[in-house]
């Protein structure tokens, strides 16, 4: 069965550019590995990410992902059942938060400032559905 978890964390300590690199090495090979996809935000010092694929896969992908020291606070957002993927071919795509997706992520914020724990479900899968129209500048 295919589904989609959707969490938000903190980042526990300050990140560089090295730490993501790594996290995003890592989920390639372990992501492919086990038919998981999805994409990675990290905007505001909130981490916000959707894993989706077989709900054993997902499951044990986000266990692993809750023991790793560079984050804290994790919250699930949301677990659907999906019909088909969307993030196909991304093993884990990453949207920092650059200039350009700043309107992007506050066009989805009820406040100022980026706030995923605040977003609904609803709000959420449009977010990211918006995220991979505009695949182009995220690269
Ligand atoms: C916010 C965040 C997201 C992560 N996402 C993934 C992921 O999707 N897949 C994954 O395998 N590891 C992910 N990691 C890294 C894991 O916590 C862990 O370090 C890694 O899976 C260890 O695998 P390795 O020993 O093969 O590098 C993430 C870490 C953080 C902090």
Redesign the pocket.
């Known amino acids: 069965m295919l589904v989609q978890l959707t969490y938000a964390?903190r980042t526990a300590t300050i990140l560089g550019p090295g730490d993501v690199k790594d996290?995003l090495?890592?989920?390639a090979?372990?992501?492919t590995a086990v038919g998981?996809t999805?994409a990675?935000c990290l905007a505001n010092g909130i981490?916000l990410?959707q894993?989706e694929g077989d709900r054993q896969a997902v499951n044990t992908?986000y266990h692993?992902?809750l023991?790793?020291p560079?984050?804290k606070e994790p919250a699930i957002l949301d677990l659907s059942e999906i019909v088909v993927r969307q993030f196909g071919s991304w093993s884990?795509g990453l949207i920092a938060a650059t200039q350009e997706n700043r309107q992007l992520f506050l066009k989805y914020s009820s406040t100022s400032e980026f706030d995923p724990y605040k977003m609904s479900p609803s709000t959420l899968r449009a977010f990211f559905s918006e995220v991979i129209q505009s695949a182009r500048w995220l690269s």
Do not use: A
């Open positions: 964390s996290i090495r890592s989920s090979r372990n992501n998981v999805g990675l981490f990410q894993l992908v692993r992902i023991k790793d560079r984050h884990m």
